[in-house]
């Protein structure tokens, strides 16, 4: 007699892993039901279901994913503009450390050309740039003071 890893599954056929990405596309795009996806995947309903689910609810909207991945390149060209403005504007500078602001402006700047396929190569010119600028803005307010 077989021995048995759980109900109808013998140890001589180990369960076969789940393509999550497939079987998430097969669902959103294609909109298969879950007995269809484990059909074309060849695996159990039941291990499509328990995959499925655990993703859906760190993805409970995949229209509202989409959506946003339409317009992230503008949104974060928006909130580098707004970063950007920051750092020059003299309240803000009273009330936040510049280097916390130029590090928050690298970070969207970063993602920003890696959503573009750029290279991020040349930031870490612009990182440079931005504490030099930083040093000697420390240096002008002790000299002024």
Do not use: C
Request: net charge positive.
């Amino acid at each position: 007699m077989p021995t048995l890893d759980e109900p109808g599954r013998t140890l001589d056929h180990p369960r076969k892993p789940l393509d999550l990405v497939q079987a998430y596309k097969l669902r959103v795009v294609n909109r298969l039901s879950y007995a269809e996806i484990a059909k074309a995947l060849n695996v159990p309903k039941s291990t499509v279901h328990a995959a499925l689910h655990r993703l859906t609810a760190l993805v409970p909207d995949p229209e509202a994913v989409q959506a946003f991945e339409e317009v992230e390149v503008s949104i974060l060209t928006s909130a580098k503009e707004k970063l950007l403005a920051s750092l020059v504007d003299p309240d803000a500078i009273q009330k936040a450390s510049l280097n916390n602001r130029a590090y928050a402006f690298s970070q969207v700047a970063t993602h920003e050309r890696l959503l573009k396929n750029k290279s991020t190569v040349n930031v870490g010119i612009w990182a440079q740039v931005i504490q030099g600028a930083k040093n000697s803005l420390m240096t002008e307010l002790r000299e002024g003071a």
